[in-house]
């Protein structure tokens, strides 16, 4: 019983954090909205967090829009990395085509600007492939 306890306190506290960092999301500086990409990264590729995400994700998926959007070069390339890994969490249900489908145009986008940085078109390249494979049903 006290394992299971203290299991569930660590869980609690990484889904906090998390909880944290998505907000940190939307801060006004760069460098905290850097930070939060840098932390999610870090924490979607390292521990399957499907059952927290599943409930988070449309809000993970506009805060990513949003760095997308109004981010430049290396927020942008996180941001990048961040959605693969969502959708690599997510899977080829409907909740991964979801998030795929809301972000696609955007990752074209950036992908198709000349003056976007070569490591945000690196990143997004990388996510428009990986979600595409991952979550798109349709075959086109």
């Known amino acids: ?5 203290s299991e569930q306190g660590q869980e609690e506290e990484v889904e906090d954090r998390l ?6 999301l939307l801060d006004k500086s760069a460098k905290a909205r850097q ?5 999610l990264s870090l924490a979607l590729s390292s521990k399957t967090l499907s059952e927290f995400l599943l409930e988070r994700r449309l809000t993970l998926t506009d805060s990513l829009e949003k760095c997308l959007k109004k981010g430049k070069g290396e927020e942008q390339a996180l941001a990048g990395t961040v959605l693969t890994l ?9 909740e ?3 998030v ?3 972000l696609k145009p955007l ?3 950036i992908l198709t600007d000349s003056t976007a940085s070569p490591s945000a078109r690196q990143s997004c ?3 428009l492939g990986m979600c595409c494979y991952i979550a798109a049903a349709d075959l086109e």
């Open 1 to 5: 019983g006290n394992e299971a306890a």
């Open 19 to 24: 909880k944290e960092h998505m907000d940190n």
């Open 35 to 39: 930070a939060a990409l840098q932390s």
């Open 86 to 94: 969502l959708c690599l969490q997510m899977g080829s249900g409907p």
């Open 96 to 98: 991964g085509e979801e």
């Open 100 to 102: 795929f489908c809301n």
């Open 107 to 109: 990752l074209v986008s």
């Open 125 to 127: 390249a990388t996510a």
